[in-house]
Structure formats: structure tokens, C-alpha cells
């Protein structure tokens, strides 16, 4: 249920490790505002019409990476949304500087133990393709971790937190960045 006389002046940019709780926060976020959710992952396999891993087996990273990067620029040009990204796509910095531009970016910060246990039975994660996926998600988690704290603001998605309770505190985030958020 969207929160009544709240308005943002800004699109939020979800980023953070797959598994970190972007979509379904994002989900619980664009609900209780009452905006969109747009899904940079989604939007791309529907512009492209095949899935993140085919893009990547077919073109590669390189090509994946500017697509995102277009997509990403196309969502933000709107009005005030709620947007996931793709776990690798704040790395770039052409990324970080049009999620900054045009909004403002919320770090969904996950322990190792809490990621696995939300992708360790997924096959959709090109990524994790690997002899030792455990092993290549803590790898991935160590190299991505000083890119996401250049987020603008960062919060805590834990084990055990309902979507709610998640949401909660990046409601209490927004709340206290100034001119982000509007009570009417």
C-alpha cells in the first residue's frame, strides 16, 4: 500500500550484489510510494529479446556492458521511479555518474552467508557459472564492495528481515537525505 502525502523528487537506483534483495525491495519500495519499478536486467532481455546469460555467451561482457549502460540512462530519463540495476552495473563509472545525475543511488548491503543462500540454487547467474561458485561470489563480493560504497547511501539487507522491515530502512534512509523526499 502506497504511503499517502509522500513524493520523490528523484529516481532511487538500487545497487548491490545479486542476491542483495534489489528487485524485491524494489518491488516493496515502488509499491509503498506509489511509482514504477524499472528493472535494468528486464528492460535489457526485453530490448534485446534474450536473456542476460544468452547476451553474454552470444556478444559478451563488453557488448552487455553498453546496452546496460544505455538502458540505464533511457530509464532514468522519466519522472521519479524506482530503479534495479544489475549487480555488476554500478562498477562503471559512466553508471555511478548518470544514477547521479539523474538520482540518487542506495547501496542494499548483504554478508557473503546471506547472497549464497539466496542464489546458491539459481542457474541464471552467468556469473557464477564456475567450478567453485561459493568461492566466485566471495571473490565478486571483495572486488564490488569499494565500488558500492560510492553509493549515496547504504543499507544493510540482512538475513532473517522481512522485505518490509528492509524497506523500512531504506524509507529511513531516503527520509533523512535532504530534498529527496517530499510530505505533502
Do not use: C
Not at 55 to 71: C, L, S, T, W
Not at 100 to 120: F, H, I, M, N, Q
Amino acid at each position: 500500500m502506497a504511503e499517502r502525502g509522500i513524493r520523490l523528487h528523484r529516481s532511487v537506483a538500487l545497487v548491490g550484489m545479486m542476491g542483495s534483495g534489489k528487485s524485491a525491495i524494489g518491488r516493496t519500495l515502488a509499491a509503498r510510494l506509489g511509482l514504477p519499478l524499472l528493472d535494468s536486467d528486464a528492460a535489457l532481455e526485453e530490448a534485446a529479446r534474450r536473456s542476460i546469460a544468452e547476451i553474454f555467451a552470444r556478444d559478451g561482457e563488453a557488448f552487455f556492458r553498453d546496452r546496460e549502460h544505455e538502458v540505464i540512462a533511457r530509464l532514468l530519463s522519466g519522472p521519479p521511479a524506482i530503479l534495479s540495476t544489475g549487480g555488476g552495473a554500478f562498477l562503471f563509472e559512466r553508471n555511478r555518474r548518470v544514477i547521479g545525475e539523474k538520482g540518487v543511488s542506495v547501496w542494499l548491503d548483504a554478508d557473503l552467508p546471506t547472497l549464497w543462500e539466496r542464489v546458491r540454487h539459481k542457474d541464471t547467474r552467468p556469473l557464477l557459472r564456475a567450478p567453485d561458485p561459493r568461492a566466485r561470489l566471495a571473490a565478486l563480493l571483495e572486488e564490488r564492495r569499494p565500488f558500492y560504497a560510492l553509493a549515496d547511501l547504504a543499507v544493510r539487507s540482512e538475513a532473517g528481515f522481512t522485505l518490509e522491515q528492509t524497506t523500512d530502512r531504506v524509507m529511513e534512509a531516503l527520509r533523512a537525505r535532504p530534498g529527496l523526499l517530499a510530505e505533502e
